[in-house]
């Protein structure tokens, strides 16, 4: 791509569908990023200690003097707005990411100035009826910022998936291998113009499990744990630990006294090559503190963003960085595929029972009113008219055709948003099997 | 770059009214749209309220030939009712379902069960990348009192964030669908200021249809003329839009709506008549021959995006005094509920009969689960109306900086923010 004198570039506001083009005049210097992400568990009147741990955070955050900090599970705005305060100087620029009933919970703060921020909610995160889970009430999605620094085009994602509370059988996984689709979507159709990507958050999934292989080959996104040159924190980047007093040590037991659920990822593009300098996460108990931070580990990235002379980074056209990934990325959307028809089949079978328990519901309740109009009819009836069990049977009846109709456009809406993500991944795979057949001729121009 | 003759691409547009039992005729229209695109040859079409999945996939089965490539967005309950039809290669689709869309105890306006959207689809046209989205808004069922304003305005929002937002890699955009706003109203403003697409109808050379290019008009026969008043011939509420990139240039060669009847045929095609527009992709290796000079002024985005706010401000004012009715629906229901459990217990209820007493509790619990319903819904909408002003504010303040690092071009600016000081041999020349 040359590189020369340009007299027009976009305004960011109609549309960065011009790529930004650069005037080098000296070589530049790299420029280092500082991210942190951190899933506060800021459940009011549920997660202990939540006050003093904001005051805690907020210490942390100011002393770090980071570049942005992606926040989970901020789910008062009361507590958001104690941050925003505490943070003013440090990180001028924030954004609380509102949707839901209680949510999103995602929360950026950042030393540079927010240009534009956005809103991708998840079209599937559970079941309203699951209170005991919460997942549906907290409106869970993709939040995105556009940042600018010295001419970089940066964006930056925060995410929160919905949880896994049961591995061997995992009712949600459907719901958090669509919502790692829609994260990949998001990403790689969002970010054709960016100099840097960064996504960090909850990602609620183990780093060999389905949706996050599905994330990281498809955007090619990198793992700052895999990535950095240095790194300093829970054995095997763990972020959810059982030294932590919050968590619940039985659960963590199968998996060696942890798990890496949360993340930092990063891409670079052709003009500028991104390298995890050094990644650290907290271990538990803070010095100083009769507490940790939260039941989360947090996580601490130090970026450095290099202007290379020629493009070495990915082609933003291509959807899969490396053509050589294209056949895995095969095999792991065709195993996304088969978990979406999975949670079909399933939510198909829901519905029919709320369908055929409504109409079993309405019939009663006419057969009931059927029976009832017999005494009117019938002459000279001594029993007396139950009126108790009348009552009561027809209220039953009117409260389950309710609910079972409820639940009927519920499972409807789950089965179109499951639907709709397989034709997504059926679209996808096509393409990805196309550029297969094309991509001995690629690899023959080489022009990487 | 020798002059060559443009590419030419053929796009067309048309809401189906596909609401099967309860649409006119709808078996039969679908049938004469799929003859109509079939002999068309369009390179797109960008179809609407195609509510049954049954009705797309005749749609598709007829038209597999010339519009080998396809793809019907799903979202809500019954929707989305977007679908695609495409000559060239559909590489990619993504949907972004709009977070506001009407109540779902507006049962006879539905819009809340179609899970409206915008629906992406990214076309390999000629070596060209063509981002092309597909878009239905809210319905307006009364211009002087639009209880439904602010959603058309958050979601006329969240589409011009979505189209920004993915369109950066794209050669050409194309945007078709009904919009359910006039060409002025405040949320087309919005759109087209902000993403610099532009109406096809006001660009283009050729134009052949209705009067004003309306798409809804008085001559068609399943429109009711009483719902199109105080407008006596018809209103242009569908659209197909266009933008260029610094590789491609666009201009519309013609416009052409269809006029109400069809020749040979008793009905038309629809409630909505349909949009064709031909369109002429030049490529431009010179970036100074982009359409620059189309791009808005800051002052007029700033402008509509202020407008837009005060809209989306005064529906979460009435959406938080709805909220707070369905609060007191709730505890009023509560309170009530204590009289029937009272009279159950009390030693002299012999009075009031169980029926009585059964039906009381009865009507209080349903009144207590109505109130907690739209509690939770009303909740819901205020976060979408806050996430919207933040994100419409965040811009507004961005614009302004814009206007006033303009203003002060030349001297540092005066706010610290690192990317407007010249301190990095990077600089963004605007």
């Known amino acids: 791509m040359n590189r020369g004198k340009s007299d027009t570039v976009s305004s960011l506001k109609t549309g960065c569908h011009h790529p930004i083009r650069l005037i080098a005049m000296t070589t530049a210097a790299p420029i280092r990023f500082r991210v942190f992400s951190l899933n506060c568990w800021g ?76 809103l991708y909610r998840f079209s599937l995160n559970g079941y309203p009826y699951m209170a005991q889970h919460g997942d549906w009430f907290g409106g869970k999605g993709i939040g995105k910022i556009l940042l600018n620094i010295s001419g970089l085009n940066i964006h930056v994602f925060v995410a929160h998936l919905h949880a896994e509370y049961c591995r061997e059988k995992d009712s949600y996984l459907p719901h958090r291998v669509v919502q790692a689709w829609e994260l990949q979507q998001f990403v790689r159709h969002t970010s054709a113009g960016a100099d840097v990507v960064i996504l960090g958050g909850d990602l609620n999934m183990h780093p060999d499990d389905l949706g996050t292989r599905l994330l990281r080959n ?39 006294g942890g798990i890496r659920i949360d993340y930092i990822l990063f891409k670079g593009s052709k003009e500028v090559h991104v390298s995890c300098e050094s990644l650290s996460t907290t271990k538990g108990p803070v010095s100083g503190h009769p507490f ?90 001594e029993q007396p008219f139950p009126k108790a069990s009348f009552y009561l049977l027809g209220a039953l009846c009117f409260a389950i055709l309710l609910t079972t109709l409820m639940l009927y456009v519920f499972y409807s809406m789950e089965v179109k948003a499951l639907q709709g993500a397989e034709d997504q991944m059926r679209l996808a795979l096509s393409s990805i099997q196309e550029q297969l057949k094309e991509s001995p001729k690629v690899l023959s121009s080489d022009h990487l | 770059m020798a002059t060559e003759r443009p590419a030419k691409l053929r796009v067309f547009s048309l809401n189906c009214w596909g609401i099967r039992f309860f649409s006119k005729l709808c078996t039969q229209r679908y049938e004469m749209i799929g003859e109509l695109l079939d002999r068309e040859q369009h390179d797109i079409a960008l179809l609407q309220e195609v509510w049954s999945e049954q009705d797309f996939l005749f749609l598709k089965k007829k038209l597999s030939s010339s519009y080998p490539h396809t793809h019907y967005f799903k979202s809500g309950v019954i929707g989305s009712g977007l679908a695609a039809f495409s000559k060239h290669r559909i590489q990619d689709a993504l949907l972004y379902q709009y977070s506001l869309n009407g109540y779902p105890y507006m049962l006879r306006h539905g819009d809340w069960f179609g899970g ?25 069922y009364s211009r002087a009192q639009d209880e439904y304003l602010p959603h058309r305005i958050v979601q006329s929002w969240e589409l011009l964030q979505f189209v920004r937002h993915t369109s950066c890699g794209a050669d050409l955009v194309v945007l078709g669908g009904d919009l359910n ?99 002429a992709l030049f490529r431009s290796e010179d970036s100074r021959q982009h359409e620059s000079g189309n791009t808005p002024a800051v002052s007029e985005q700033m402008d509509v995006v202020t407008e837009a706010c005060a809209v989306v401000k005064e529906g979460l004012c009435q959406t938080e005094a709805m909220r707070d009715k ?40 349903s009144l207590l689960l109505s109130g907690a319903l739209l509690y939770l819904l ?18 507004s303040n961005d614009l302004q900086t814009k206007l006033t690092g303009c203003q002060l071009s030349g001297s540092s600016s005066s706010d610290g923010s690192p990317e407007l000081q010249p301190r990095s041999p990077f600089k963004r020349e605007e």
């Open chain 1, 292 to 381: 940790p931070y939260s039941d989360h580990e947090a996580l601490t990235a130090e970026f450095l963003f290099t202007q290379t002379k020629k493009g070495n980074g990915c082609s933003e056209r291509k959807s899969g960085c490396v053509s050589d990934k294209l056949p895995e990325l095969v095999n792991t959307v065709n195993e996304a595929r088969t978990e979406v028809k999975v949670g079909l089949h399933c939510a198909e079978r829901m519905r029919h029972t709320a369908a055929r328990t409504g109409i079993m519901g309405l019939v009663l309740l006419v057969l009931e009113l059927a029976i009832a109009t017999v005494p009117l009819f019938a002459l000279g009836a």
């Open chain 2, 181 to 279: 706003m006039h060409p002025q109203d405040l949320g087309n403003r919005l759109l087209r200021s902000h993403t610099g697409l532009r109406d096809c109808y006001t660009e283009t050379g050729t134009f052949d249809g209705c009067e004003d290019g309306h798409t809804l008009i008085a001559n068609n026969h399943f429109t009711k003329k009483q719902d199109l008043i105080p407008f006596e011939k018809g209103i242009r509420i569908d659209y197909i839009l266009m933008k260029g990139s610094q590789r491609v240039n666009m201009k519309c060669e013609s416009l052409s709506t269809t006029k109400g009847s069809v020749a040979d045929k008793p009905f038309p095609y629809s409630d909505h008549e349909a949009l064709t527009a031909e369109l």
């Open chain 1, 43 to 118: 459940i009011r009147y549920l997660s202990k200690n939540c006050k003093e741990r904001f005051v805690m955070i907020g210490d942390l955050l100011n002393q770090e003097q980071l570049d942005i900090a992606l926040l989970q599970e901020v789910w008062c705005e009361k507590d958001f707005l104690y941050l925003k305060k505490k943070l003013s100087s440090a990180y001028p620029y924030s954004h609380y990411y509102k949707s839901g009933f209680i949510g999103s919970g995602m929360a950026v703060f950042s030393k540079h100035r927010i240009h534009d921020a956005f």
């Open chain 2, 378 to 395: 009303f909740t819901t909408h205020i976060k979408v109306l806050k996430e919207t002003e933040d994100q419409m504010m965040l811009t």
């Open chain 2, 116 to 140: 409206k959207a915008v629906g992406l689809v990214i076309l390999d046209v000629l070596g060209l990348k063509a981002h092309v989205y597909v878009t239905h808004l809210h319905a307006e």
């Open chain 2, 326 to 365: 369905a609060m007191h629906l709730v505890f009023g229901s509560l309170l009530l509920l204590l009289l029937p459990l009272v009279l159950a217990f009390l030693p002299c209820s012999c009075s009031f009969s169980f029926s009585t007493v059964g039906l009381l509790g009865a009507v209080c619990i």
């Open chain 1, 218 to 256: 498809y955007t090619g996104l990198k793992d700052s744990f895999s990535e950095a040159a240095k790194f300093d924190g829970c054995e095997e980047g763990y972020t959810h630990i059982s030294e932590n007093p919050y968590t619940s040590t039985d659960s963590l037991v199968p998996f060696g």
